[in-house]
């Protein structure tokens, strides 16, 4: 009978293997509200580009577009080759106070050369330019790259089209769910699942290095806190104390994770090594101390507590110390998350009973809540500061969405007939 | 094989795209680096499956006339207190960890879905705490015990209405091969 079981189980891990290889439904992405005045761009079909089997423009355009901070002004088929400066005058006649131009050389190799630069119509000026070589696969991370460097040049800040987002996806059955921790490009493409599992995975958090991530997986029947290494799939335990181990968060140095382990009593803050040595305790309080984020000086560190009867943000020396109050209007404030300069902290408030996503702003203390949506979760920065990429719900199913510091540009992103949650915005590429 | 296959297939893509001199590039312009150009996420990924515990019981424990079979503690709203009616299924587990003291026990707390999911989790192990701290006022020794929480990841019901919150408000105890 065990043999005859084990055999089953087999069968079954076979079977989910094949399932894994082919079922990785892409993220879909909607844009549900714009900026306000957006910066009007042509982005003409860059020379000779039907020489590549998958063109780049597309993706440029796609990317920036999805920004809500640009509109893209139609320049037809005529040819702006990247050798030869536009006719700015004409284009500026057209409404675009910049131009994208490039050209597409095959090289003899099987590869490409792909050029391009950037005018300001309106200064009739140069805003500068790339050359960059690519296999005929890469024409999206290309793509991502170029579109990178418009909208540096256009808003003076960096792009997050090359990042990474992580994200959890829950599907099948309500009895035999199965949970995927996926890695996505920013723009949902090339999803792919780095782990997949019976039981559920939650609070993924990547490493500053780009390469790693810590999660808590419940694969033993319990939550314990992994770091896995996405390329070779290499897994390590980092806590797997007596009780629970959660909510893991690394220090800006990648040395270091803050976790939550009741090894103690009740939920509490410790620091350890990312091999999981030296745990030390961060603070001791009498009530839940738990979602630790570092401040990106490392200085500080955000977290969750209900030690005043609610549960409210507090902060706390990384090196330990008292805790200072951050939050003081509502209820409920959870989910610290700091920008990546530092200036501002996102986190979900219960607003008359919907949770939403909220941003303070730091120096003076001011919280605007930035959605009108009831069951916001999980907030993550992009590495710009930009955009908010969260969890929450559509019909009763799980969904991605992001909404801008301002709160002007909105976008959807889901999966069919799947739940999303769970999502992590990975850090600038370098 | 797969796991093989992934880093080489990556490598050799990293190896086919560099990026040459740049041109007419000004003073802080962008940089372009190599590892940020392979074919995307995706090409970077290996796929692991998570192994399942296994779970087997000993006859009374799943027996349905047991109550020893009976293993839910269900907590009242915003409480992490054992309610009088669940007191004499406490004791009958108190009294079998004292008669079996090579018995292990997990004790599973949960928390219904509002709210923040890490915070659940600490919701669910201030259940799982109470009723292992129940047990052991009542004799089971502490290292019999593990109390940990699944927060609002493993629930019972899955409609979001009151009673259905309310089932997945709970402690769950499981025995030695049942975790």
């Not at chain 1, 296999?135 to 290309?142: D, E, G, K, L, W």
């Not at chain 1, 309080?285 to 630790?292: L, R």
């Not at chain 2, 009088?84 to 879905?113: C, S, W, Y």
Request: charged share 20%; with cysteine.
């Amino acid at each position: 009978m065990r043999k005859l079981l084990s055999a089953y189980r087999l069968l079954i891990a076979v079977a989910l293997t094949v399932v894994s290889a082919v079922a990785h439904a892409q993220l879909s992405i909607e844009i549900t509200g714009a900026g306000a005045s957006r910066f009007p761009v042509a982005i003409p079909v860059f020379e000779n580009e039907g020489s590549l089997p998958r063109g780049v423009t597309d993706v440029v355009r796609a990317d920036l577009e999805r920004s809500g901070l640009f509109s893209l002004v139609d320049m037809g088929l005529a040819a702006f080759p990247v050798t030869a400066v536009p006719d700015m005058a004409s284009i500026r006649g057209r409404g675009a106070d910049a131009v994208l131009t490039g050209s597409v050389f095959q090289q003899g190799d099987g590869r490409y050369e792909v050029r391009f630069r950037l005018f300001d119509t309106q200064k009739q000026t140069e805003l500068g330019g790339l050359s960059m070589r690519m296999a005929p696969a890469q024409n999206r991370a290309i793509g991502h790259k170029i579109a990178d460097f418009v909208y540096e040049k256009l808003t003076g800040q960096p792009g997050y089209f090359s990042t990474r987002i992580a994200y959890v996806v829950k599907s099948g059955p309500t009895a035999t769910p199965r949970y995927e921790l996926q890695i996505a490009d920013a723009d949902g493409m090339n999803a792919a699942a780095a782990l997949a599992s019976r039981e559920p995975i939650i609070s993924p958090a990547w490493a500053p290095d780009g390469q790693r991530l810590a999660y808590v997986s419940f694969e033993a029947k319990k939550p314990v806190v992994y770091v896995h290494t996405l390329a070779t799939g290499q897994r390590q335990v980092v806590a797997n104390f007596k009780g629970s181990n959660s909510a893991p968060a690394w220090a800006p140095d990648g040395q270091r994770l803050a976790v939550v382990l009741t090894k103690d009593g009740q939920s509490q803050l410790y620091v350890l090594n990312a091999d999981g040595s030296g745990v030390r305790r961060l603070a001791t309080s009498p009530g839940i101390d738990t979602e630790p984020a570092w401040s990106p000086d490392g200085e500080w560190i955000y977290f969750t507590s209900d030690r005043g009867g609610s549960p409210q943000i507090y902060r706390t020396s990384s090196s330990g110390g008292s805790a200072q109050r951050v939050s003081f209007e509502g209820s409920y404030n959870v989910t610290p998350r700091p920008s990546a300069d530092g200036t501002s902290l996102a986190f979900i408030t219960r607003n008359n009973g919907r949770f939403q996503v909220a941003i303070m702003d730091l120096a003076t203390r001011q919280t605007t809540i930035l959605t009108d949506s009831a069951r916001d979760e999980s907030p993550s920065f992009a590495p710009n500061g930009r955009m908010i990429l969260y969890a929450t719900d559509s019909g009763g199913r799980g969904v991605l969405a992001a909404v801008s510091s301002d709160g002007r540009v909105k976008q959807r992103l889901s999966v069919q007939a799947a739940d999303v949650r769970e999502p992590s915005w990975g850090p600038q590429s370098r | 094989m797969k796991k093989v296959l992934v880093p080489v297939l990556l490598s050799t893509l990293l190896a086919a795209c560099s990026s040459t001199g740049t041109f007419d590039q000004p003073a802080g312009g962008a940089a372009v680096d190599e590892r940020s150009q392979g074919a995307g996420a995706g090409a970077g990924v290996a796929t692991v499956t998570a192994p399942s515990a296994a779970g087997s019981g000993i006859a009374a424990l799943t027996d349905p006339k047991n109550i020893l079979s009976k293993r839910s503690v269900m907590f009242d709203f915003d409480s992490y207190v054992i309610n009088d009616e669940f007191r004499p299924l406490v004791e009958a587990h108190a009294k079998f960890l004292v008669q079996n003291p090579t018995m292990k026990m997990l004790i599973q707390g949960n928390a219904d879905e509002r709210g923040s999911r890490e915070y659940n989790l600490a919701l669910g192990q201030k259940r799982a705490d109470a009723v292992r701290k129940a047990l052991t006022l009542l004799g089971a020794k502490e290292s019999q015990i593990e109390s940990v929480s699944l927060g609002e990841e493993k629930p019972r019901c899955t409609e979001a209405t009151e009673a259905c919150f309310a089932q997945n408000r709970r402690g769950d105890m499981l025995y030695s091969g049942e975790f």
